[in-house]
């Protein structure tokens, strides 16, 4: 019974806060746009009974999602997300490794200083993080005005309101998810297992490559997941740092949501969007137990 | 060890021969530590050399110099006669075992074995030859395919032993080799060691705090401590004649009683060492002065134990029986002189427990001759 009580907790958890919102979102995309309080039909009416069930149920159809193939808009932004988020998390490995490597590198009592600096942003608001940003990127920014000061530049960049801003964005934000799991990986790597490799005849550089790249590859993608996962569906860089050309799935969702108030196309779309990232979030669950059996 | 046709191996006192592995005046510093202090020493071709001492003794620095982790701050370090200051770890005729084994968790048995191999880039074949071979000396064929993590201690530690053979190495460092092995197992190694030593012909060099080890597997044993050796020789002379107080003290158990000297004829000194107490005769070598302070150091075996005054021996004493160690095949008797000084002796337990012949708080008398004990200056 305790043994049940216990696995009933975590079970309980998922069901309130994630199933229930999710059957819900599910069943405003199956319904029709209306002028009304909430902006979407039908209502469930309990008092009708049965027979009132039932012509709940017969009123839901898949026409939203029918609509997102016919408009090419949808396509477009999810494709223009999945090739963001995959270009934007391979700038954050490319930034986080090295960082992380020179943590795991520093001397020990060094990496809590380190650890409490990569963690240290969090401890703002996240938005007004991406909105000094804009006071950095923007044309009168301290970014331009520091290259036109210098003379590397005569006229000011356009880095505000395109799409490297949104990169530059995400790198910035998510860097932090993408340097713990890979620094934690090379931390607890032994460093005799270096020198035996030198000893057996590797230069340094050939280590790294045979022995340390690849103890840290379950790190990597982890990160990569963890970068990957909420920056696919992102909505609050692309629509401060991002320009009008900057497409991505989330800012189209809350303008589906809040300028055209069409309830049920943005649950819509949120239901498919929870689709594409389902498969990485199995993927990366797999990567974690694979992890774990190898430590076994 | 190795024996050479009809002459027992012992190249230490051929003056012919040229060692493999020179230490000439080494100092290791960490900062204001000094780790290594003006050392030297000789290894020889073939051996099986133990460094032996305590924890932060310098035995660890001197096998990390030899495999290029570490360099001296003083002195050369020779292998084979070649200076080895300028030349890296991985340019070295040298494999280290390492202690935690540093076996690579993402590579296969087999692939950590050709490790080594193919960095040489040797041809395919060859390298797999060579890996099957190194399997069967540790009887590893079965597991070839298993990851580290897949096997048992034991067998991580003969992985870990092939791998540092594979390139076949002029000289091979293990660094407390069998220090993760349970007891059993630990003995069972150390003669499967010694075996492969002797098939291989490999140069060894072990370190290890463990003395019962080292004298199972040496050729010869360096004891240190603080950074200096203490005494270079082989097991049965370090355990014989150790030159000094702590080797005497370090090695095995021993009674270490502190007196004066007189000499008293040709190799023959007496060693006054408590009150009412006969005077200690002891041969020795050494050149003493009169009044000159000295350890006597005899080990509790060489003592003999008895109930009534021994007659045909030059050394005796009178006490009381303090304390009985029980060791099944062996009882050592703790026993206390008037003035207070503790002398242990160690007999064999021919007799069952309940004929035993003595008891605590029992008077009884200590007894040794001349030639069991050894005279060290102080």
């Known amino acids: ?296 | 060890m190795a024996a050479n046709g009809a002459s027992v191996f012992a190249p230490w006192d051929d003056p012919d021969q040229t060692p493999l592995i020179r230490f000439e005046n080494v100092t290791k510093r960490f900062g204001d530590f000094t780790a290594i202090d003006n050392l030297s020493l000789d290894i020889y071709a073939r051996e099986f050399f133990a460094l032996l001492g305590p924890s932060g003794c310098g035995k660890t620095t001197m096998m990390r110099m030899l495999a290029g982790f570490e360099t001296p701050t003083e002195g050369k370090i020779y292998i084979g006669g070649q200076d080895m200051g300028p030349i890296a770890p991985n340019q070295r005729p040298v494999n280290m075992m390492f202690q935690s084994y540093a076996l690579f968790p993402h590579l296969s048995v087999y692939e950590n074995i050709a490790f080594g191999l193919r960095r040489d880039g040797q041809p395919k074949d060859k390298i797999e030859a060579r890996v099957e071979d190194m399997l069967r000396m540790v009887r590893l064929q079965k597991f070839a395919k298993r990851k580290p993590h897949q096997i048992s201690g034991g067998q991580r530690q003969r992985v870990a032993l092939a791998r540092s053979l594979a390139k076949e190495p002029k000289l091979l460092l293990l660094d407390e080799p069998l220090g993760a092995l349970d007891a059993k197992l630990r003995e069972d190694t150390q003669f499967e060691l010694m075996d492969i030593q002797e098939k291989t012909g490999t140069t060894f060099v072990i370190v290890t705090h463990d003395q019962e080890e080292a004298m199972t597997v040496a050729s010869r044993i360096a004891v240190m401590d603080e950074g200096r050796i203490m005494q270079v020789a082989t097991p049965d002379r370090i355990y014989e004649f150790p030159e000094n107080a702590y080797v005497a003290d370090f090695i095995g158990d021993v009674n270490l009683i502190e007196g004066t000297a007189t000499p008293s004829g040709e190799d023959e000194v007496t060693i006054t060492w408590a009150e009412n107490q006969q005077p200690i005769r002891a041969k020795t070598q050494r050149k003493l002065a009169t009044g000159q302070k000295v350890f006597y150091a005899i080990r509790p075996e060489k003592v003999g134990i008895s109930k009534e005054e021994p007659t045909d021996v030059v050394n005796k004493a009178k006490g009381r029986i303090l304390d009985i160690a029980y060791l099944g095949n062996l009882s050592t008797y703790h026993v206390q002189m008037p003035t207070g000084e503790i002398i242990k002796a160690q007999s064999a337990n021919t007799r069952r427990i309940a004929r035993r012949p003595f008891t605590w708080e029992e008077e009884v008398w200590v007894s040794w001759n001349g030639t069991g004990g050894s005279v060290l200056e102080d």
């Open chain 1, 1 to 296: 019974m305790r043994r049940f009580t216990l696995i009933a907790l975590p079970y309980l958890w998922l069901l309130g806060l994630f199933l229930v919102p999710f059957l819900i979102v599910l069943k405003i995309s199956l319904s029709d746009l209306n002028l009304s309080i909430p902006p979407y039909m039908p209502q469930l009416d309990i008092s009708a009974g049965w027979s009132g069930l039932m012509e709940f149920f017969s009123e839901l159809d898949f026409e939203n999602f029918v609509w997102l193939t016919e408009d090419d808009l949808y396509w477009k932004a999810y494709l223009s997300s999945l090739k963001i988020a995959v270009v934007a998390t391979f700038l954050t490995l490319l930034v986080g490794y090295p960082v992380a490597y020179g943590m795991a590198r520093a001397p020990s009592e060094w990496r809590p200083t380190l650890m409490m600096l990569v963690i240290l942003p969090f401890w703002s608001s996240f938005l007004i993080r991406v909105y000094s940003w804009m006071g950095i990127l923007s044309n009168e920014g301290f970014l331009n005005q520091f290259l036109l000061w210098t003379g590397i530049i005569s006229e000011p960049l356009q880095i505000m309101n395109t799409t490297t801003a949104v990169y530059i964005g995400i790198v910035y934000t998510y860097l932090p998810f993408m340097i713990l799991p890979i620094y934690s990986a090379l931390e607890k790597m032994d460093d005799s297992l270096l020198e035996a490799a030198e000893d057996l005849g590797c230069s340094r550089l050939k280590a790294f490559w045979l022995i340390t790249f690849p103890l840290s590859r379950a790190g990597m993608i982890a990160g990569c997941f963890l970068v990957f996962i909420p920056s696919i569906g992102e909505f609050v860089i692309p629509s401060l740092l991002g320009g009008s050309d900057t497409l991505m799935i989330g800012k189209v969702l809350w303008e589906e949501f809040f300028n055209n108030r069409d309830w049920p196309v943005a649950s819509a779309v949120a239901v498919v969007l929870l689709m594409i990232l389902v498969i990485p979030i199995i993927l990366f669950q797999r990567n974690e137990q694979k992890q774990r059996e190898a430590e076994g």
